[in-house]
């Protein structure tokens, strides 16, 4: 990969950044450089998801980031600016949420999106017609949808293993395998794959690529653990409100970095200045909300198993889960997310589903608010049914996405709809 290839204008100017700014000083506040501050003496994931990229406005000592609600940026003479010329290429908001979010995963470079799949194709940018990738089998819908529908016809093939079977995994791979596509925990049966692991399986010119969206960098961060590149739908935990979609694609690797850069200019798949702002600032409260996060939907998941009603519970934290042990060491927290069935099948599914006052039945994840579907026919709509029934993401499965809400009022809001549904329920 060269990465000459891919210079612009703005890598070039990032270059002549100075790489060890101050956190919160006007004298060093650098808004326009695209690299994060890895080198930042402030170490805590709350600090730097407050401070990182947020310096104080150099025009105008604004101590929030600003909007920049700008098409261009005026020039002093031909080719003479500040560091950006046309907002597609760079944006100052965009740059602080991308600095932010590349600091939480302890990299130094991340390209924001305008949303998750975004993002995600970006991924797929690093690929030419004849690649192969080898990804994980659970994955969300519509990244499946991506891999087997969009990038065959560009000549690019998946393999989907069971990532927990090294064996498998290697036994995947082809003389043309360039990329392993790592979704853990998975979207929606919260399977664990050990990260390390793949790392190690790794050869020259491959990369690893982690969706780390279930998690947030604060609960997982797949760099530390060898990974090459991490991606998020930031319109999940990372936002954490439910009001932007949008993605990142963070990684160390200059070279990677330019080539995501140099494909998100060609493109265009650029998140508005407003959504950079409302991510950024929902990120700053990330450390919170991931610890409310995790304490309920261990207490919901606990309280789920419990019940005789309730035939399976998909949680990393319970003792029971396959991965339970690795979820431990590889996760600073068991997540937000769990998947279970309640005795009576898709019928008593869609019963519970009908029937929570608190939970909303909506797709999506990791805002504040609690919410619950179906996977089957919403989150993986589009994938083929056979294969659906093959992972057993079949109708009788329902997903949670615990908020922060008081966690009594959701275990009552569950009970009852667990028993408003009991007709459903086969002896
Ligand atoms: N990855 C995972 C694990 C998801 O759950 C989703 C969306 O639900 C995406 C990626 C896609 O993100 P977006 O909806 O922001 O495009």
């Known amino acids: 990969m060269d990465a000459g290839k891919y210079t612009n204008a703005y890598l070039l100017w990032s270059a002549l950044m100075p790489t060890e700014p101050s956190v919160h000083s006007q004298s060093t506040s650098r808004p326009n ?5 890895v080198a930042s003496p402030v170490k805590g994931f709350a600090t730097r998801a407050i401070r990182i990229g947020q310096d104080p406005d150099s025009a105008t000592g604004s101590t929030i980031v600003p909007i920049y609600q700008t098409a261009t940026f005026t020039q002093q003479a031909v080719g003479v600016h500040k560091g950006f010329d046309y907002a597609r290429s760079g944006n100052p908001t965009r740059i602080a949420l991308e600095r932010q979010l590349a600091s939480l995963e302890s990299a130094r470079f991340g390209v924001s999106f305008g949303s998750g799949m975004a993002a995600a194709h970006a991924v797929t940018s690093l690929l030419s017609q004849g690649d192969h990738i080898v990804a994980t089998r659970d994955i969300y819908g519509g ?7 969009i990038m065959p016809r560009y ?16 036994a995947a791979v082809t003389p043309a395998t360039k990329l392993f596509w790592v979704e853990t925990p998975t979207n929606p049966l919260l399977t664990v794959i050990d990260i390390a692991a793949i790392a190690g399986i790794r050869k020259p010119g491959q990369l690893v690529a982690v969706d780390n969206t279930f998690c947030s960098p604060f609960l997982q961060r797949p760099i530390e653990l060898g990974a090459d590149i991490t991606w998020h739908s930031t319109t999940k935990y990372i936002n954490g409100h439910s009001d932007v979609v949008g993605g990142i694609v963070i990684t160390d690797n200059a070279d990677v970095h330019a080539q995501i850069s140099f494909h998100q200019n060609a493109i265009g798949a650029i998140p508005g200045p407003q959504d950079a702002y409302l991510t950024l600032r929902g990120a700053k409260t990330l450390a919170l909300r991931m610890r409310e ?26 003792k029971a889960h396959p991965q339970y042990e690795l979820a431990a060491r590889q996760m600073d927290g068991s ?6 069935r309640a005795r009576g099948g898709a ?9 929570t006052k608190i939970f909303n039945l909506a797709a999506s994840l990791g805002g504040v608010e609690s919410l619950i579907c179906i996977p089957t026919v919403m989150t993986h709509g589009s994938m083929p049914v056979a294969e659906k029934i093959a992972l057993g993401v079949t109708d009788d499965l329902l997903r949670v996405s615990v908020g922060i809400e008081d966690v009594e009022d959701l275990i009552v809001d569950l009970e009852q709809a667990l028993t408003r549904s009991q007709v459903f329920a086969v002896a």
Do not use: C
Not at 155 to 170: E, P
Not at 295 to 304: H, M, P, S, T
Not at 335 to 340: A, Q, R
């Open 335 to 340: 997540g937000g997310v769990l998947s279970f």
């Open 155 to 170: 000549g690019v093939t998946t393999t989907f293993v069971d990532m927990n079977d090294l064996d498998a995994v290697r």
């Open 143 to 149: 990244v499946h949808r991506l891999l087997t529908v």
């Open 347 to 355: 019928d008593r599914a869609l019963a519970i589903a009908r029937s």
């Open 293 to 318: 996060h995790v304490k309920n939907a261990q207490i919901v998941a606990d309280w789920l198993d419990t019940r005789d009603d309730v035939s399976e519970v998909y949680y990393p934290g319970l």
């Open 33 to 37: 450089s695209r690299e994060s501050d």
